[in-house]
T-cell receptor, first 114, second 111 residues
Framework: EAGVVQSPRYKIIEKKQPVAFWCNPI?????LYWYLQNLGQGPELLIR????????DSQLPKDRFSAERLKGVDSTLKIQPAELGDSAVYLC????????????FGPGTRLTVL | KQEVTQIPAALSVPEGENLVLNCSFT??????LQWFRQDPGKGLTSLLL?????REQTSGRLNASLDKSSGRSTLYIAASQPGDSATYLC??????????FGAGTRLFVKA
């Protein structure tokens, strides 16, 4: 069974430029999560989807961040414009359901904003 | 607001030693608690998931316990090996449908 796929693995951009991250969850997983992880810290939830519906986006900085999960399968997270403080690892995870199932994580995208 | 704390932040042990990693949380209203492993530059790998009604879970050399009333969980690793070197994170799934992670314990097992 294929795991959670993320691309790109690494991205270096100049500040004020846009950037997008892509995630393909494990087949059949209804719940998809985007996390941000700073160095030496645990992941922090940005947004959670149940199928195509964003059910928790309270931590997503909506002035510059946006996300979508069309057709309830793969998902894209976008930052526009990027700021220096956005440098971090962006992790995608998926699970069968919200309460009883473990979360399976992708390898992450390491973003560096110069 | 739920807060998750992991102690120690870093740990170095000789190969073969048994060790315990600690995780504490401030709000006992959780649905489950998970322990994850993260290797440098990699994503997280789930090790054990304990539902709120359970007291412990075991997988191979790993045993995780959960005491909701005291807001504590421990991860016990038996007969540690150099391949166990990684960062171990615990995460609680709260009544607000949020997953809150601790900052992790960086483990180094010396050969």
């Amino acid at each position: 069974e294929a795991g959670v796929v993320q691309s790109p693995r690494y991205k270096i951009i100049e500040k004020k430029q846009p950037v997008a991250f892509w995630c393909n969850p494990i087949s059949g997983h209804n719940t998809l999560y985007w996390y941000l992880q700073n160095l030496g810290q645990g992941p922090e939830l940005l947004i959670r989807y149940e199928n195509e519906e964003a059910v928790d986006d309270s931590q997503l900085p909506k002035d510059r961040f946006s996300a979508e999960r069309l057709k309830g399968v793969d998902s894209t997270l976008k930052i526009q414009p990027a700021e220096l403080g956005d440098s971090a690892v962006y992790l995608c995870a998926s699970s069968l359901d919200l309460v009883t199932d473990t979360q399976y994580f992708g390898p992450g995208t390491r973003l560096t904003v110069l | 607001k739920q807060e998750v704390t992991q102690i120690p932040a870093a740990l170095s042990v000789p190969e073969g030693e048994n060790l315990v990693l600690n995780c504490s949380f401030t709000d006992s209203a959780i649905y489950n608690l998970q322990w994850f492993r993260q290797d440098p530059g990699k994503g997280l790998t789930s090790l054990l998931l304990i539902q709120s009604s359970q007291r412990e879970q075991t997988s191979g050399r790993l045993n995780a316990s959960l005491d909701k009333s005291s807001g504590r969980s421990t991860l016990y690793i038996a007969a540690s090996q150099p391949g166990d070197s990684a960062t171990y994170l615990c995460a609680v799934y709260t009544g607000g449908f949020k997953t809150i992670f601790g900052a992790g314990t960086r483990l180094f097992v010396k050969a």
